[in-house]
Antibody, heavy 119, light 113 residues
Framework: EVQMLESGGGLVQPGGSLRLSCAAS????????MNWVRQAPGKGLEWVSAISGGGDSAYYANSVRGRFTISRDNSKNTLYLQMNSLRAEDTAIYYC????????????WGHGTLVTVSS | DIVMTQSPDSLAVSLGERATISCKSSQSVLYSSNNKNYLGWYQQKPGQPPKVLIYWASTRESGVPDRFSGSGSGTDFTLTISSLQAEDVAVYYCQQYYSTVYTFGQGTKLEIK
């Protein structure tokens, strides 16, 4: 059974940093692209970032490019999102989501971790 | 970036009736080399993560009831629920994965009339 468990969310001040993790199991992690998608309170879904199965290609939404960095450790079956220079508008539930195939739709999602940026 | 626009923003339909949601993309998401539309539909119920219903615009995900169907090509797409059930109350999103910057529609909230 595919499972993904996000962690690392919490309350952080504007300008601060946070690193999210997503621990995956139930599939061969290194063979699949992975993504981060966020959802601000009461709002819709916003794709944040993607990384290829081997970790050699990464993509970002314009809203986070230059501030967030996606990475993965295939030996630990774990996906990361390093978030720097956080802003109030980054407040959201952050979901990790697995590609059905590299560059394809998302077939499994974690339950998310809440990031709150506030002073 | 490709902009995805859904209509309507909200929809109330009687049980057993048909529900139709539209999604338009600002540019084509049809990949000519394989003739596939890189368009998916997701369902999100309150307090839950999204769940994929349809991918490649019209392929139903395994386990999804056959009352859900997707259609369209290029820039215009439709999600249809043929006979609305109470458990279908949710927010529905379209998503393009044609470009390396993926984008979602703003969502359509579906309720029972």
């Amino acid at each position: 059974e595919v499972q993904m468990l996000e962690s690392g969310g919490g309350l952080v001040q504007p300008g601060g940093s946070l690193r999210l993790s997503c621990a995956a199991s139930g599939f061969t992690f290194s063979e699949y692209g992975m993504n981060w998608v966020r959802q601000a309170p009461g709002k819709g879904l916003e794709w944040v970032s993607a990384i290829s199965g081997g970790g050699d290609s990464a993509y970002y939404a314009n809203s986070v490019r230059g501030r967030f960095t996606i990475s993965r450790d295939n030996s630990k079956n774990t996906l990361y999102l390093q978030m720097n220079s956080l802003r109030a508008e980054d407040t959201a539930i952050y979901y990790c989501a697995k590609d059905w195939a590299d560059g394809d739709h998302f077939d499994y999602w974690g339950h998310g971790t809440l990031v709150t940026v506030s002073s | 970036d490709i902009v995805m626009t859904q209509s309507p923003d909200s929809l109330a339909v009687s049980l057993g009736e048909r529900a139709t949601i539209s999604c338009k993309s600002s540019q084509s998401v049809l990949y000519s080399s394989n003739n596939k539309n890189y368009l998916g539909w997701y369902q999100q119920k309150p307090g839950q993560p999204p769940k994929v219903l349809i991918y490649w615009a019209s392929t139903r995900e395994s386990g999804v009831p056959d009352r859900f169907s997707g259609s369209g090509s290029g820039t215009d797409f439709t999600l249809t629920i043929s006979s609305l059930q109470a458990e279908d109350v949710a927010v529905y999103y379209c998503q393009q994965y044609y470009s390396t910057v993926y984008t979602f529609g703003q969502g359509t909230k579906l309720e029972i009339k």
